[in-house]
């Protein structure tokens, strides 16, 4: 059945992709940046997918306008080509036309998996980021402002004050390093490289230093991030913005990685999708029943109410007041999106009770109380 409704889905792409602006099919604007267009994906294909939105052909529409726009926007190339010739510069080469369920679970799944181990790319950056137990049960966004090596601007990496500045060297003819001889012995001559002393093993001659970076190739500079938290994200967790962290003008710059550190909650602690919290009760509460409220951490007050005998440390548990699960790919890149997982699944919340006992009695109590249990 899926099957199906994805190659209908395909056809759809084809027939209302014309004419499509692709960066209105994703809400965004034309300089968005790459986690921007993640962020609109992500939001979006949930909301419109098909699992969600059973039997609306309406959605399944637009789900797999989503997708297809997203394709072509989160590949630089295609991105370049379709901001040059629009729709007509992604044509040729093909490319289009793609399952937008395999986007969408290569989106949600398995993404840390399949990617390419770059062979060069400056390290990666771990910025732990302080977040409520509120924040992951509610879902938040974060700025965050971070300072980085940016590539400059106007030598474009180079380091000189012009391109013409920069000459091959004539020492070593550009190899950076130089052959040299040795007489060994009689009739014995060795060959051994060494590094050219003239330009340093670099291959080229600088003749001016670039008045911005002072020759350094790359400036500091600041980068805003949007950090989207989501609800039922876990403690330790990580949001990756790819190829954000330090540039450099000879490789590609590593990512950032926001490693969530949840900061304590006063009432609530959290054990995987359960919470916990304490409540106290009087020894009356705990014989007759009672009625309280607790404010939970969306703002809603929820009640908590028996009738029963409730004993000294005994657990209520009350089902869909946990965490929020989260509904995307787990840590290790296992795909659990299955057709049901849509549907929000919440843990559950156990009440730890705390029976309070009276410091004294007078001497009326004691006797209501002998009274009362002589029964
Ligand atoms: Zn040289
Ligand atoms: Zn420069």
Known sequence: MRRV???????????????????EVLGISRDASSPEIKKAFRKLSLKLHPDKNPGDDEAAKKFAEVASAYEVLSDTEKRKKYDMYGEDGLKEGGGGGHDPFDIFSQFFGGGRQQRQQEPSRGNDVVVPLRVSLADL???KNIPVSMRRKVVCQHCHGKGAAHADDIQTCHECGGHGVKIETRRVGPGFIQQFQTTCNKCGGKGKIITSTCPVCGG?????????????????MQDGQEVEFEHYADEFADRSAGHVRFRITTTPHELFSRDGDDLWMDMNISLKEALVGFKKNFVHMDGR?????????????????????????????????KNYFTSRLLILCIGQLNIKINVQFPDTLSAEQKQGFRELFAM
């Open 5 to 23: 409704l994805g190659l209908l889905v395909v056809v759809f792409v084809a027939i209302v992709c014309a004419g499509r602006d692709l960066y």
């Open 137 to 139: 049960y509610n879902g």
């Open 301 to 333: 007050i929820v009640e908590v109410n028996r009738n029963e005998i409730t004993e000294p440390s005994q657990v209520i548990t009350l089902k869909d007041e946990g965490m929020p699960k989260y509904q995307y790919a787990s840590e290790k890149g």
């Open 216 to 232: 350094h190739k790359t400036n500091f500079g600041d980068v805003e991030f949007d950090v989207d938290v989501e609800k039922g």
